[in-house]
């Protein structure tokens, strides 16, 4: 599976990424409207640039292993490919949002302002990787210093513990995504003075006072949270009509019992 | 003016106001007529009209079972009140969901494109059918008017011999749906207060 790691400590704030991605999928201007979030996406930004102190943090899509949003999709619009790439279908869409609710990075974006609107997120350029159009994806190929790079998912994660091994007092010791909410296909190393743990979303939660329900369980996948009352889905289904069978059987009997008993004790009277 | 003349005139107003954003909104779309954000994707009326309308209608499959299953003939005479109830709730969830979904014309998307690993999924089902089962439920009441009409008698006649399977299906399918509207929130712990 192909993956993108970004180094923080490289990325020199240029966002020439995000102009490529703007480009390669040919994204139209985009002024800050009332519903965007303040992290600089938006349906028109598939990736953005934050500055936190003396960093900059390239925010995208992180193309979960076992995503949420396509998990959540009541029509299957999102699935994660063979490539990696977690890509979206706009014919089948019906505009639910779900997938925006159960994103654990608060990732897809939607076109607020547009009659027929879409889900918008980072790709992973899948349409032109496939076609053989371009070798790498656009934000990648056209990062000035090579803080954010396109390779093979295992080989990066190699790569990431050789930088951290090697510059122990410069990195933190954590690869963000290589076990996170089952693994990322968009990693991230950083400095000691920039960690990362505000992309999660329930992150920002708790930073905010806010607690969580039951206890957060970092690296287990989110599609785990609804799969064991969905698996059970059949067996209430069966299990609530075989019970009600069974007590529609049960007071049908009863009441023919109580009305054969009556018959008997009404013509038992007429017989006295 | 009569008084009931009073509260037709303020109903026609919420009418007249509720047409023109429901016009607006399909011309310049949700920005322009919800408060929605990326931060919110979804308002308060998924609470109030999905879980509280579907609630309501939670009546109807109750007072069904009372009626047909447990034996309890007191509240036979509302039983037929209780389904039309349900009916009704039903139809105004859907008919309230058509204009909060981004893309509408495609809610028939989910008869042919599967993902049974979404609660939504689920959801979307138990309505679709539970509808079916409500208004097969409720049919028999319009049959009675036209009992000269002999095709309508025949619809009737079967529908009666299968009225107690409609009534199990209807509380198996109720059972799901008012469940899996709880399950819908299990993939977004961080976003339940507190």
């Not at chain 1, 994103?103 to 027929?116: E, L, Q």
């Not at chain 2, 993902?115 to 097969?136: I, R």
Request: net charge positive; proline share 5%; with cysteine.
């Amino acid at each position: 599976m192909k993956a993108i790691l970004t180094d923080i400590t490289k990325c020199i704030g240029c966002t020439q990424c995000v102009t490529a991605c703007k480009m390669i999928n040919n994204l139209p201007p985009d002024k800050p409207r009332e519903w965007q979030k303040n992290d600089g996406l938006s349906s028109r930004n598939w990736t953005s640039v934050l500055r936190k102190q003396d960093f900059f943090v390239r925010k995208q899509c992180r193309h979960c292993n076992e995503p949420a949003c396509a998990a959540a999709c009541p029509v299957g619009a999102l699935h994660k490919t063979e490539l990696g790439a977690v890509v979206y279908d706009s014919n089948k869409c019906l505009g639910c949002r779900y997938c925006m609710m159960a994103c654990p990075y608060g990732i897809p974006r939607y076109d607020w302002d547009s009659a027929v609107p879409y889900i918008r997120k980072c790709i992973l350029c899948y349409d032109n990787l496939i076609s053989g159009k371009i070798d790498q994806p656009a934000c990648t190929k056209n990062c000035p210093t090579g803080a954010t790079i396109f390779g093979e998912r295992d080989f990066l994660i190699q790569e990431a513990h050789r930088r951290i091994s090697e510059n122990p007092n410069l990195y933190s010791d954590i690869i963000y995504g290589e076990t996170e909410v089952g693994g990322t296909n968009v990693l991230y190393i950083t400095s000691k003075d920039c960690p990362l743990d505000f992309l999660l979303y329930y992150n920002n939660r708790i930073e905010k006072g806010l607690n969580l329900v039951g206890e957060p369980d970092f690296d287990s996948p989110y599609p785990q949270l609804t799969k064991w009352a969905m698996s059970s889905v059949p067996f209430a289904f069966v299990g609530m009509g075989a019970i009600m069978s069974g007590i529609y059987w049960v007071v049908k009997r009863r009441q023919k019992i109580e009305k054969e008993k009556k018959e008997k004790e009404n013509e038992e009277d007429r017989q006295n | 003016m009569k008084k009931i003349d009073k509260t037709k005139l303020i109903l026609w107003i919420i009418l007249g106001i509720a047409a023109s954003v429901a016009i607006t909104r399909f011309i310049f779309g949700l920005g322009a007529t919800t408060n929605l954000t990326d931060n919110t994707p979804w308002g308060f009326w998924i609470g109030f009209d999905v879980m509280g309308g579907v609630a309501l209608a939670a009546g109807g499959f109750v007072i069904a079972a009372f009626n047909y299953i447990f034996g309890v003939k007191e509240f036979h005479s509302i039983s037929r009140a209780a389904i039309l109830t349900a009916f009704l709730g039903y139809v105004a969830e859907v008919i309230g969901l058509l204009f909060d979904l981004g893309l509408p014309w495609n809610i028939w998307h989910m008869l042919i494109f599967w993902n049974p690993h979404s609660p939504l999924f689920e959801v979307g089902w138990c309505v679709m059918l539970y509808l079916t089962v409500l208004f097969l439920e409720f049919m028999p009441v319009v049959f009675e008017r036209f009992p000269n009409l002999s095709l309508l008698n025949k619809i009737h006649k079967a529908l009666f011999k299968v009225r107690i399977p409609l009534v199990i299906l209807g509380i198996m399918l109720s059972t799901l749906n008012q469940s899996s509207l709880g399950s819908l929130f299990l993939a977004m712990p961080y976003r339940l207060h507190p």
